[in-house]
């Protein structure tokens, strides 16, 4: 009986953390879609037609990393807002419903 339980316990504290730290990835993981949101939303508010290049090489490593559709087109033709748009739909898969949601 008590090995059960501990065998359990074990279980559940094993379940518990890998929910932690998926949790944890996911919360950085739209930290840094965020950061890169702020940093394309600052050159969209200026008018910007250009977007620096080592920003430009960060948002195409992310969004080719997550397989997202843009990354397939020549990045030198995707506008400022469509970088943004493309970043918006990995954050919205990223996003957990609330409970009263889902019931």
């Known amino acids: 009986m008590i090995e059960e339980t501990c065998f359990v316990i074990g279980a559940l504290e094993e379940f518990y953390e890998a929910e932690r730290v998926a949790r944890c990835a996911r919360r950085n993981k739209i930290r840094h879609i965020d950061q890169l949101i702020d940093e394309l939303e600052v050159l969209n508010l200026a008018d910007e037609l250009e977007i620096p290049l080592e920003l430009k ?3 195409a490593t992310f969004l080719g990393g997550e ?3 843009v990354v397939d087109r020549c990045v030198d033709e995707i506008a400022i807002s469509e970088w ?3 970043l918006y739909d990995i954050q919205d898969t990223l996003m957990v419903p609330l409970e009263e949601e889902v019931g």
């Open 67 to 69: 397989r997202h559709p």
């Open 84 to 86: 943004m748009e493309a």
């Open 57 to 59: 090489a960060r948002v």
